[in-house]
């Protein structure tokens, strides 16, 4: 421990879990997970553990909400009360997981082909079953495969990742405890095929110069997590054709 209680993040060059500055933790991505469910994925980012679900297009409803031009997406966020080491409290809907399923489903507007399923609705569920730190990405990038396995249109399979800094360095992908102690963290969503940022929040303060190392660092992370999302689709369309024997 430093000065006051804050824990020392970086020793030796190293992070607390034996990672490099520019290091993800480990991610494993299984597509086609739940039966009922017409696009679904579970993810394994470090210790984050998190389904997502896809139903639709159905019609949208209450009519109110639904948009003759185009279908709208409906996300739910949640964490479990037991996700969490720290007390929970109540298990409905926070600030928080209002905050995260609003940016979530705004990630997506931008890529999927909303204006073939006019006043139809796409819900999407993220499922929080173990927290770690960066699950607002961890979800967000199995969404992406959840939503791809659905077979719903999309211009591209966005990832997601957040850059923290501590002290005076850049960190890719913080865990939980680098997040409570950090001084700034940027959770970034981008389009893979494009290279457009479709959702950047920021907690803390970075000059514009790191915010610029911070994009590239998750660019450049964004590769990897790109092709671990493609695997887990391919194997996923693999499986069905062994199944049916096509
Ligand atoms: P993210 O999960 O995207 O990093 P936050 O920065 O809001 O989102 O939260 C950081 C981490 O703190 C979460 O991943 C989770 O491990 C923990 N956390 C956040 N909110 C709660 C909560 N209400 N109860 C328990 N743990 C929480």
Not at 71 to 99: D, Q, V, W
């Amino acid at each position: 421990m430093s000065g006051s209680d804050k824990p020392e993040l970086i020793i030796n060059g190293k992070r607390l879990d034996g990672r490099g500055m520019d290091e993800l933790r480990d991610i494993r991505i299984e597509a086609k997970v739940i039966k009922n469910a017409i696009g679904s994925a579970y993810i394994e980012w470090g210790n984050n553990k998190i389904l997502a679900g896809v139903y639709g297009p159905k019609e949208a409803l209450p009519k109110h909400v639904s948009d003759p031009e185009r279908a709208i997406i409906k996300c739910r966020y949640a964490m479990s009360p037991f996700s969490s080491l720290e007390e929970h409290g109540r298990t409905g809907p926070n600030r928080r997981s209002t905050e995260i399923s609003k940016v979530t489903k705004e990630t997506f507007e931008n890529v999927m082909l909303l204006e073939q399923f006019p006043g139809s609705e796409i819900d999407l569920f993220i499922d929080v079953l173990q927290a770690d730190g960066g699950t607002r990405a961890a979800g967000i990038t199995a969404a992406a495969v959840a939503l791809a396995s659905s077979g719903i249109p999309m211009s591209d399979i966005p990832y997601a990742v957040s850059v923290g800094k501590v002290g005076s360095e850049l960190v890719l992908d913080m865990n939980k405890i680098e997040d409570n102690y950090s001084d700034a963290d940027l959770p970034l969503s981008i389009s893979p095929r494009t290279g457009d940022i479709l959702l950047l929040q920021m907690d803390g303060n970075m000059t514009k110069e790191e915010i610029k190392r911070a994009i590239e660092m998750a660019k450049k992370a964004g590769q990897k997590i790109s092709d671990i999302q493609k695997a887990a689709l391919k194997l996923s369309y693999e499986r069905t054709l062994e199944k049916y024997k096509i």
